[in-house]
């Protein structure tokens, strides 16, 4: 019997349609060669950690619900383990910390569980989903295949059918700040969901912008249309202020990345906090990681990321 095993997830960006996809509109997100390394081993002393850059996370109820749930597919328990997880990505800043993590128990799961090799995708896709549930509440499942996969893709989930294409993008520096407090994303697309039922004669044209506007940016990031791709990113950002997901902090830190040579700027992830992302310009990313160093926590990354992980 296997007595311990390790695996990783991956975090994400998602640089077109966040909220959008939950109503069937294609987004586009990326992998990130960071995320989450899950170690679980058999123990009589039942233990569960979690460890970031900067200090150990609580294990609130939420997480304990979401590793019960994720677990159970498994025929695992946490009484019966010692669980120790290690983010390499900020939690809660909509970098997919929740599915990297998830992806990366999950597979350390399948391996303790030795499932055999037919079954192991769908029993984590539906571990993950189960436990993605917790965090997002109606979640699309982009952070879930994020974790999962490599390079950048677009996902689409319309009335049940999902696709998922990968795409071919050059090389370039994205740099991500970290600006604002963490908000729920369960919240946050709860509000979204509100705002429709609420405005039912205006949301559905609105969401069908995001869908409009993530189709032109496949084919400028596609092509290296660098200058068309920055302004698709803006007005993406508007749209994600317009449904309320934005604050102060967050729209501020895309004027400085844009005053500072970025060729667009928008909230990545759910948004009420957390992150943005921004396309560097001519000048690289240097000048827009010093004009935001002085909000919070600066990320330079060349995406696509190398594809192996360790
Ligand atoms: C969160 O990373 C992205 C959202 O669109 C929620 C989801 O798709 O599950 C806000």
């Known amino acids: 019997m296997t007595e311990t095993a390790t695996a990783q997830g991956r975090g994400k960006l998602i640089v077109f349609g966040e909220h959008a996809v939950v109503y069937g509109q294609p987004a586009i997100a990326c992998s990130l060669a960071r995320g989450a390394t899950a170690t679980i081993r058999r123990s009589h002393q039942p233990d569960w950690r979690v460890l970031t850059d900067e200090r150990p996370l609580q294990v609130n109820d939420q997480v304990l619900l979401a590793g019960a749930r994720l677990l159970e597919p498994f025929g695992l328990c946490a009484d019966e383990l010692d669980i120790e997880v290690r983010l390499q990505i900020p939690v809660g800043a909509g970098l997919g910390s929740s599915a990297a993590m998830a992806v990366a128990l999950a597979r350390a799961a399948a391996r303790l569980q030795e499932i055999s090799p037919d079954q192991i995708d769908a029993r984590i896709d539906q571990a993950v989903a189960a436990s993605e549930a917790v965090f997002h509440g109606a979640a699309s499942g982009i952070d879930q295949r994020a974790a999962m996969g490599s390079g950048f893709f677009a996902f689409q989930r319309d009335d049940g059918h999902l696709q998922i294409d990968p795409l071919t993008i050059p090389t370039r520096s994205w740099v991500i700040a970290r600006v604002a407090p963490s908000a729920s994303t369960a919240e946050m697309v709860s509000g979204v969901a ?68 970025a060729l667009g700027a928008k909230i990545t992830g759910a948004g009420g906090g957390g992150c943005i992302v921004a396309l560097s310009g001519d000048d690289g990313p240097g000048p827009i990681a010093a004009a935001l160093g002085s909000l919070g926590p600066v990320y330079s990354y060349e995406l696509p990321s190398p594809t192996s992980m360790p």
């Open 194 to 261: 509100t705002l429709c039922d609420r405005h039912p004669e205006v949301m559905p044209g609105l969401i069908d912008q995001f869908g409009a506007i993530t189709r032109a940016g496949m084919r400028t990031l596609e092509q290296g249309r660098w200058e068309d791709v920055g302004e698709l990113m803006d007005l993406n950002h508007g749209l994600l202020a317009a449904i309320g997901v934005s604050t102060p902090a967050l729209d501020e830190a895309c004027h400085r990345a844009r005053s500072a040579g």
